[in-house]
Each structure stands twice: as C-alpha cells, then as structure tokens.
C-alpha cells in the first residue's frame, strides 16, 4: 500500500472536539462522556457489538462511575494488533468549562481548566477511526481503549485486565502537546503520608504542656530539605523530586481549631518521583527519617514526644521504551510520514503508558494540541491538533 497519508476532515475533527469538550467528566465520574465518546463512534459507523466496557471500576479504591470503554475494529488487512488509548477524565479543575474558539485555540472563559486534557485524546481516536472508516484504508486490527480515573492515580490503566488487550503488540497513547515529541519512557512515583498526633494545651497559659503537632511537621520537612529530599532531589546513587502537597487537618479541615491552642493533630500527604522507582521509594524513606528525628526532638514537660505515623507505598512504575524498539520506530517512521521530525522525551509525570507497559504493551505517548494543562490558562492548539489527528491515522496505517 501506499504511505501516504489522507486528509483528515479537519472540520468533524473539530466537531467531535468541542462535542467532548461540552459534556463535564471529572476523574470518577466518567459516565457521560464514554457515553458520547460511545454515540460518536456509533454515528461514524462502528457497530454497537465492537464497543464495550470492562469492570475495571468494581476494582479501583476509589468510587467510579464506569468501567473504561473499549473499541474492536478487526484488522482489513494482516499485521499484529495495535492499541491505541486515551483517558476519559479530567482534573476537577474542569468543572463547569465552558469552551469557545478564539483563532486557532479553544479555550475556556477564564475560570475553570478547558479539559484538552485529555477531550484531545478522545477526539483524534474517532477522528482516526472516522478516518479509516470513510476512506476504506488498510489497516492491522486495532483495539482502542478509553480509560477511566487517569488524573487521579492512573488507576483504569493499572486495574484492567490484560486479557482486554487482546494481544496488542504496541501502544500509541494520546495525551500531550506535540505530534512530533513522542514521550518513551517515564518516571515512577511512590506516595507518602504521615498523621502526627500531638497534644494540646493552652498556648498562652501552659504551652510547655502541649505537644504541637505543626512544629513537628515543619521541622522534619526542614530537615528534608537539609537532607536534600525535598523538592529536587540529587544524589551519588539516583535523582528526582519530592512535594508535600497537603498540609492540613483532620477530614480535610486546617490542623488547629485556634490560635490559642497548641495543635494537636497534622496530616501530610505526598509523593516521590524518580526515573528509579526504587530510588522514589529511597526519597520517601529520606522522608520517614526526617519526621522522625522530628518527633524525637519536640517534647512537652514531662518529656513525651508526639505519636508520628508514616507510611508509603508505590503508586505507579517507572518505564523506557528503547528507541530501537519497534514501537519507537513505527512512531518515528509515522511522524516523518506526516511531515514532521521526531523527538523522544522522558516524562517526568505519570501516564497511563507507564501501567500499559507493565501490562506487557510497549507504549509511545503523542500529543496533540494541549497546552497549559491544569491551569485556567488552558487552550488547545487546533492546528497542532490536527496533526496529532494525522499522526494517529499514519500509525494505524503504517506497514
């Protein structure tokens, strides 16, 4: 067959864009949105029986609306099965978007996320279809997936169930800003948290009886800090980074009821990233010291110290597609076909790609279009959106 790649019709393309961006799906509640994912696949004429959903969502520790969406095209012509994914959901911060177009952007109205993030993915998956579809190409067979709670652990990627896969030989998962940077590899990540139960006392009267739970809390991130594992961590045997992203109390509240009362109670979640997954899990131990030379030094009259609970555990695998994979070279070869010259990244975020390739499917993540991701700066490039539409149709299509 030939390489060449068709046009894609950049008006539906648009369309099926600002169709997902409408309808609201923040992490965990995914419902509506494979729903309409689920009607557009159906009016572009993929039949009812070759979409279906897993359960993945009886197994995620999370409430979740729905497992993840499925889709089964059988191959038109020989080759290994090729999966191609996205993610349904968006961060909270999307609630309510209310997208328009200014120029070649989509963007909100200024006070809420856009949710390109990943509505994009969703997009160019039934644009690639709709493609193939229309124009009658030659293709391997393909299975797309749309997972669910991406934004809030990776967890569709991470609970499905690999027979799901069908055999898929590679993976082309469509969450960034570029086509033409092809991330292959990225960092792992192991989440932390500690409760410190101090003791309260009256801050004015007799402070020295109390136990406080915040002074704890600050000095053991300040000894992380002078540990070197905080923030950006580099070290003889491995790097990465660390955050403590919540500070706070009991259920969600400020740890403290008032400034008259030494406080009894800190609650600290966060995470640790490294290309090295063992090397994160080092950053939190790096952690767990420091909380406890913490709690050893903060004592009331009598000499108690407050009670320090630490724990961690892995939240998702690092990876690295090697670029002489064959992967790597099917989306390189793909990026050219388009016109473009390609570039592998290693990412320093989670991706679905990171549990994909766990899963046994080698997986290169493309993007298409999102820019200022999480934020209400949020916009979608459309015509770097419409090249990730492109790049998606030549690796479906590629021999």
Do not use: M
């Given at each position: 067959m030939s390489n060449d790649v068709p046009n894609i019709d950049v008006k539906a393309a648009e369309e099926h864009l600002m169709r997902f961006l409408s309808v609201e799906g923040v992490t965990g509640e995914e419902a509506a949105i494979a729903?309409?994912?689920?009607?557009?696949?159906?009016?572009?004429?993929?039949?009812?029986?070759?979409?279906?959903?897993?359960?993945v969502n009886e197994r995620i520790p999370l409430p979740t609306q729905t497992g993840n969406l499925w889709v089964d095209l059988p191959g038109t012509r020989k080759g290994p099965r090729l999966l191609f994914s996205t993610h349904l959901d968006t961060v909270p911060l999307c609630a309510g978007a209310k997208p328009k177009r200014e120029g070649d952007r989509i963007v909100s109205d200024g006070t809420t996320a856009l949710g390109g993030d990943n509505r994009t993915g969703c997009a160019v998956l039934v644009t690639m279809v709709e493609t193939l579809l229309k124009n009658n190409l030659p293709h391997p067979p393909i299975t797309l997936l749309f997972t669910v709670r991406e934004e809030s652990g990776l967890h569709g990627a991470r609970e499905l169930d690999p027979a799901d896969l069908n055999g898929a030989v590679m993976?082309?998962?469509v969450d960034?800003?570029?086509?033409?940077?092809?991330?292959?590899?990225?960092?792992?990540?192991?989440?932390?948290?500690?409760?410190?139960?101090?003791?309260a006392s009256h801050?004015?009267?007799?402070?020295?009886?109390?136990?406080?739970?915040?002074?704890?809390?600050?000095?053991?991130?300040?000894?992380?800090?002078?540990?070197?594992?905080?923030?950006?961590?580099?070290?003889?045997?491995?790097?990465?980074?660390?955050?403590?992203?919540?500070?706070?109390?009991?259920?969600?509240k400020a740890a403290g009821d008032?400034?008259?009362v030494v406080t009894d109670y800190v609650h600290i979640v966060g995470e640790a990233r490294s290309p090295d997954v063992a090397f994160?899990?080092?950053?939190?131990?790096?952690?767990?010291?420091?909380?406890?030379?913490?709690?050893?030094?903060?004592?009331?009259?009598?000499?108690?110290t407050a009670e320090v609970n630490f724990v961690s555990k892995p939240s998702y695998p690092s990876f690295e597609v090697k670029d002489d994979a064959p992967a790597v070279k099917h989306a390189n070869r793909a990026v050219e076909m388009i016109g473009?010259?390609?570039?592998?990244?290693?990412?320093?975020?989670?991706?679905?790609?990171?549990?994909?390739?766990?899963?046994?499917?080698?997986?290169?993540?493309?993007?298409?279009?999102?820019?200022?991701?999480?934020?209400?700066?949020?916009?979608?490039?459309l015509p770097e959106f419409a090249q990730g539409c492109r790049l998606a149709v030549a690796l479906a299509t590629l021999e």
């Open positions: 729903e309409a994912v689920s009607e557009e696949l159906k009016k572009i004429g993929v039949p009812a029986s070759a979409i279906r959903y897993d359960s993976c082309f998962n960034g800003k570029l086509a033409s940077e092809l991330i292959t590899g990225a960092v792992g990540q192991e989440n932390w948290e500690v409760e410190i139960k101090g003791k801050a004015g009267v007799a402070p020295d009886k109390g136990i406080s739970a915040t002074l704890v809390a600050s000095l053991a991130l300040a000894e992380a800090h002078r540990g070197g594992w905080f923030g950006k961590v580099v070290k003889p045997d491995g790097n990465g980074t660390s955050n403590p992203g919540v500070f706070g109390g009991k259920d969600g008032a400034t008259n994160a899990t080092k950053i939190a131990a790096g952690y767990r010291e420091a909380f406890a030379k913490a709690q050893a030094e903060v004592t009331d009259v009598d000499g108690e473009l010259e390609p570039v592998t990244l290693f990412s320093n975020g989670g991706l679905d790609a990171n549990w994909l390739d766990k899963h046994g499917v080698p997986t290169v993540t493309i993007g298409a279009g999102q820019y200022e991701i999480h934020t209400i700066k949020e916009y979608i490039d």
